[in-house]
């Protein structure tokens, strides 16, 4: 099993607060990581600090190695990280003035794409990946991205994502603001991709962390506690802090 | 029965506090239509075809119109926005995106006390750099006076409604590789479009009824002018000179042209409102 992301002695600020305190993590190319922990461990400061999003924040700082298929991350332009490795966000965020089939293109013709042929087939392509082609096909154009249902919402910005054919997806808490069902569809699809391409998801759900990850690492302010199998860590942990965090004692 | 009392009385306070709230909301639009009924009945009678296309005649002569005020006006508004819109904008986004830095702060004061200034002043400063430099009046100069009016406003405005656009949409746009500054143009000023838009026309509507910069700037003109490089009139400037005058036919014209600049400045601004926000999604809220 080869890896896809490396992260060595990852530590990241807010200000003069140290957010994380040295990650070592090897991550699996096309299987599914999840990142667990209680509120405020650095769980989503972490995944953030895979494409560099987390320095988008004026006082965060990050320091430390990521290497995304031999590329370090921190000694590249930060646009050329984020095209490699995409990012789903907690609460679906399409762009509102645009429509479905633009929200898809976006990455794309911003980034200068402008042969439509090309264009229609990615936007295709991607929203039947992200399986909402068969519910929008018909009003890609003429339907704003804020028109559809949260869930939708969500599978938009998956397929907007995956337009830009990333090598990673970064998934913070992608289905925590959505229904049971629109939650299972996000899994189903978590299941499809993962064939493909390296998903780190990060989730405050234990069972769908189990549902839909063959890794799991879990995290405890700042630190990296426990990191193995998905079955090893629910079942036989070695570390007294996960067992006390997965049995529901703190967190 | 207290239960049916305190009921009654509660109804009663509903009854007050709407009827007060309607009442104030109707003083609010009744002092616009007011202000525009007024305008008509004093100044309809004065509206005819030759005042949309004639220039005004001597004094004693009847007849004759404001055409060329109307000419006027419209060319130094075109030439303020040019100036003043791209400059207020591209001020609103720095302050927008880089609003923590020391001189950010300091343009933001800086804009706040620029809107303060009395307009006359404006015009003394357009005179100064302007005219005084071309040695004449012009067109062009009453537009810079304009466009150093429209820039505060703009600039604030478009800063307020970028800070609207939330940050989800800003992190949507750099987490697919975009650009700092792509993600700026294309995805947030599209966003903020239409709040930009009624900011600019705010300062447009502000401004296209300025006299004081106007005086020593674009200086009026009886006549026809086309040129940006010469003096030309202005229809706020033309209502001035007609309203302090003894004459009975250039009051009444004065109303008329009152009338018209009104409904010249709310017709732009509905028809700019429209044009630019007609392409924008129906589902789009």
Known sequence: MSTAVEVRNLKAWFGPTEALHGIDMSIASTHATAVIGPSGCGKSTFIRCLNRMHETNPEARAEGEVKIGGMDIYGVPAVDVRRRVGMVFQKANPFPTMSIYDNVAAGLKLNGMRDRRVLDEVVEHSLQQAALWEEVKDVLKKKSGASLSGGQQQRLCIARSLAVD?????????????DPISTAKIEDLIFELKQKLTIVIVTHNMQQAS??????????????????RTEKIFTNPSDKRTEDYITGRFG | MPNKYRKLRRQLMDYFFTGLAGSLSVVVVGALVAIFAYLVIRGAGALN????????RPVGEAGGGMANGILG???ILAIASVFGVPVGIAAGVYLAEFGRHRLAKLVRFTADVLNGVPSIVIGLVAYGLVVIEQRHFSAFAGGVGLAIMMIPTVTRSTEEMLLLVPQAVREAALGLGIPQWRTTVSIILATARSGIITGVMLAFARVAGETAPLLFTAFGNQFWSFSPGQPIAALPLQIFTYAISPFDEWHR??????????????????AVRFLFLRSTLGGAR
């Open chain 1, 166 to 178: 990333p090598e990673v997806l970064l998934m913070d808490e992608p289905a925590s603001a959505l």
């Open chain 1, 211 to 228: 549902r839909v990850a063959e890794f799991t690492g879990f995290f405890l302010m700042g630190s990296l506690v426990e990191f193995d």
């Open chain 2, 49 to 56: 075809f030759s005042f949309f296309t004639e220039p005004p």
């Open chain 2, 73 to 75: 006006s419209l060319m």
């Open chain 2, 253 to 270: 014209q004065a109303w008329a042209g009152a009338l018209v600049l009104v409904i010249l400045i709310v017709g732009t601004t509905t």
